[in-house]
């Protein structure tokens, strides 16, 4: 009976439905910044940087295995219900902050099995958009986590001060369950079950449950190869950035929470910006790839600034530089998206998300790792909460205030040298049938594409990363 209502449709599905369930998810962890940062000194006093990259890495790399089988089981059995799925087990930690924070932090971990929200709504976004439409809606939804960390961060910071932590995890509570019903209750589904690979029952083989197997199958295409490492390289950084980030701005720079918080407002004002109207402007003017490598390189200027800046108006400048940067991933989307079919969208999208779960694993442990070799330590949470006095080591200046962000910057680099390669018209598969039904695909031809001649029917073409076992 629950299932039955679950896939009932409540009107027609809108990218505005995506955008309401990106923004209240992370409005609610956005408010959670300040105590956060409170409860991770508080459960680890000794090399905090480390915990926590410990922490977001088993969460990442539980995403990486669970992305790509969620994906897929998506394209069998419809967006809405993993929506909700991945929606409430995102959510679910959050009131054990102030209940307990050992299980607080375990269940963080665990459930990245099934944090791949993205996956889905990126999905969800393919399945009612059409292909010129893609990059500003994919623009729409990356904006959208921006907005909810435009304001939820400075919030939590003044209700934390104010009244407590406890008030600030009860109305971050409040809101992951409006979240949660709002995806029960409003949301319609998003793909018909005409569209649909199977019906409900259907057996799922190991294959498309190992994350590997996707991996590896995306290395038989050149293009999606291209595109995933592009991925891989210049969202490591991001996510060991995003991990350690705040605790950077206060234990080097000396950031107060209210300067945390204004940094964040405008860094997630310029990049709703970036990434409506400017990455509409770009798609249109210079086209997908050229978006892709402009974003990479506001990004490898911004970790660079990041890393060899000690004073805070740099780092305010380099905010506005990340906010540019911030174009890249919805770019990169929007070109994966032309690059299969409808009903493999959750498939292709959940191993773009399984790889960016990868380095939700690996960038916050190399972050942390780093800033351990370099004797950065959280020591004192009041450098985080005020404008207090710091210690001599702290204040003293360094050639290289921010290596992990110098490493980072390496890697964009190997990132653009690799985005360079990736072509500007990704060519299809080429799915040839005998009359016993049997099919076999072959890599795009070139003499194909020079002759200017292509199979007359859509029936004889397979978008990459077409899987047939589905």
């Not at 595109?227 to 206060?250: K, R």
């Not at 402007?281 to 990041?306: E, R």
């Not at 653009?416 to 390669?421: E, K, Y």
């Not at 799915?431 to 199979?455: D, F, H, Q, R, Y």
């Amino acid at each position: 009976m629950l299932i039955k209502y679950m896939r009932r449709s409540v009107g027609r599905a809108k990218v505005a439905h995506a955008v309401v369930v990106i923004f209240m998810e992370f409005f609610a962890w956005g408010l959670l910044t300040t105590p956060m940062l409170t409860v991770l000194h508080d459960t680890f006093p000794q090399h905090t940087f480390l915990m926590n990259g410990l922490i977001q890495g088993v969460k990442g790399l539980l995403s990486f295995m669970s992305a790509p089988l969620v994906g897929a089981l998506s394209d069998v059995w419809g967006r809405k219900s993993f929506l909700l799925l991945t929606v409430f087990f995102t959510c679910a930690p959050i009131p054990l902050m102030r209940i307990s924070p050992w299980w607080f932090f375990a269940l963080m971990s665990v459930s990245g099995l099934f944090s791949v929200t993205f996956s889905v709504i990126f999905a969800y976004v393919a399945d009612i958009t059409e292909e010129h439409e893609r990059s500003t809606a994919y623009g729409l939804v990356s904006a959208t986590f921006a907005a909810s960390l435009v304001t939820s961060p400075a919030i939590g910071a003044f209700l934390s001060i104010h009244y407590g932590d406890s008030l600030v995890v009860l109305l971050a509570t409040i809101i992951a369950v409006l979240d949660i019903l709002f995806v029960l209750l409003v949301v319609p589904e998003s793909l018909p079950d005409k569209m649909r690979l199977s019906s409900w029952g259907f057996p799922i083989s190991w294959e498309q449950a190992d994350p590997f197997a996707s991996l590896r199958k995306v290395g038989k295409d050149s293009t999606v190869l291209l595109i995933c490492v592009t991925v891989l390289l210049s969202y490591l950084p991001e996510a060991g950035q995003y991990s350690s980030f705040f605790l950077y701005l206060g234990q080097v720079i000396n950031f107060s929470s209210a300067a945390i918080a204004g940094f964040i407002a405008m860094v997630g004002i310029l990049s709703i910006g970036a990434q409506t109207l400017l990455l509409s402007v770009l798609m249109k003017k210079i086209g997908n790839k050229s978006t892709v490598l402009l974003g990479l390189g506001f990004q490898l200027f911004q970790l660079a600034w990041y890393g060899f800046g000690s004073e805070p108006w740099m780092m305010w400048a380099a905010g506005a530089v990340a906010a540019l940067s911030s174009i890249t991933f919805p770019a990169i989307s929007a070109l994966v998206s032309r690059c299969t079919d409808r009903d493999q969208q959750g498939a292709v999208q959940g191993i773009i998300t399984g790889i960016r779960g990868l380095c939700n694993g690996l960038g916050p442990f190399l972050f942390g790792f780093i800033f351990f070799l370099f004797n950065v330590e959280l020591n004192d949470i009041s450098t985080v909460q005020s404008n207090s006095a710091v210690t001599p080591d702290t204040k003293q200046k360094s050639v290289v205030p921010g290596p992990p962000f110098v490493f980072g910057a390496c890697t964009v680099v190997l990132a653009l040298l690799v985005a360079v390669f990736i072509p500007s018209q990704p060519a299809p598969l080429v799915k040839t049938c005998s009359s016993s039904s049997t099919c076999v695909v072959t890599e795009p031809m070139s003499s194909i594409l020079a002759g200017g001649s292509l199979p007359a029917s859509d029936e004889d073409i397979e978008p990459l990363l077409q899987d047939s076992s589905l």
